[in-house]
T-cell receptor, first 112, second 116 residues
Framework: SQKIEQNSEALNIQEGKTATLTCNYT??????LQWYRQDPGRGPVFLLL?????KEKRKERLKVTFDTTLKQSLFHITASQPADSATYLC???????????FGAGTRLAVHP | ETGVTQTPRHLVMGMTNKKSLKCEQH?????MYWYKQSAKKPLELMFV???????ENNSVPSRFSPECPNSSHLFLHLHTLQPEDSALYLC???????????????FGEGSRLTVL
């Protein structure tokens, strides 16, 4: 079945460093991948979308890559700040009617 | 108001109660969704409505009953729930649902449900 996997372990990094989160998909070829940010007790917020024909997309300190050979997307936050601490979710269309499949998310903690 | 609004934010109910979750979107979107989020598990899609018509039902137990009276409002009626139904229930909306739509979801803040 179609699956999206994210590293379930929390990622702890020092302020100012680059955080890199991984999203792997199996058993299908999504036309695009989306990334969301979720703070505790809140709903996810859309951040970025990257299409299969795009290798890289940037938005301010965020960068997303899409490697269809590795079946993987990487999400980077440069010059990370404590305010970037949150859970980051990867999602893609799983088939029909805009049905988005989500990964379980990776929790990022940026320490001062 | 803007965005997607969910009420109540917190709900505690017994297994024999009947309650409803409400969602309202002010974005002019055509599609609305209910997702369930349990601890350390991916978001699970429960129901999808497009233009007030249900187009997806992911084999959700009948103790969950959705209602979409118009494109701005979505309800989730709850009855005889089980403790394992305790979770964060998220409502979302999107502009379109076609194959060409990339369909970014706009989520509400969620309703935290506890079933005793």
């Amino acid at each position: 079945s179609q699956k999206i996997e994210q590293n379930s372990e929390a990622l702890n990094i020092q302020e100012g460093k680059t955080a890199t989160l991984t999203c792997n998909y199996t058993n299908y070829s999504p036309a695009y991948l989306q990334w969301y940010r979720q703070d505790p007790g809140r709903g996810p917020v859309f951040l970025l979308l990257i299409r299969e024909n795009e290798k890289e997309k940037r938005k301010e300190r965020l960068k997303v890559t899409f490697d269809t050979t590795l079946k993987q997307s990487l999400f980077h936050i440069t010059a990370s700040q404590p305010a970037d601490s949150a859970t980051y979710l990867c999602a893609s269309r799983g088939g029909g009617y805009n049905k988005l499949i989500f990964g379980a998310g990776t929790r990022l903690a940026v320490h001062p | 108001e803007t965005g997607v609004t969910q009420t109540p934010r917190h709900l505690v109910m017994g297994m024999t109660n009947k309650k409803s979750l409400k969602c309202e979107q002010h974005l002019g979107h055509n599609a609305m969704y209910w997702y369930k989020q349990s601890a350390k598990k991916p978001l699970e899609l429960m129901f999808v409505y497009s233009l007030e018509e249900r187009v997806e039902n992911n084999s959700v137990p009948s103790r969950f009953s959705p209602e979409c009276p118009n494109s701005s409002h979505l309800f989730l009626h709850l009855h005889t729930l089980q403790p394992e139904d305790s979770a964060l229930y998220l409502c979302a909306s999107s502009q379109g649902m076609g194959e060409q739509d990339t369909g970014e979801l706009f989520f509400g803040e969620g309703s935290r449900l506890t079933v005793l």
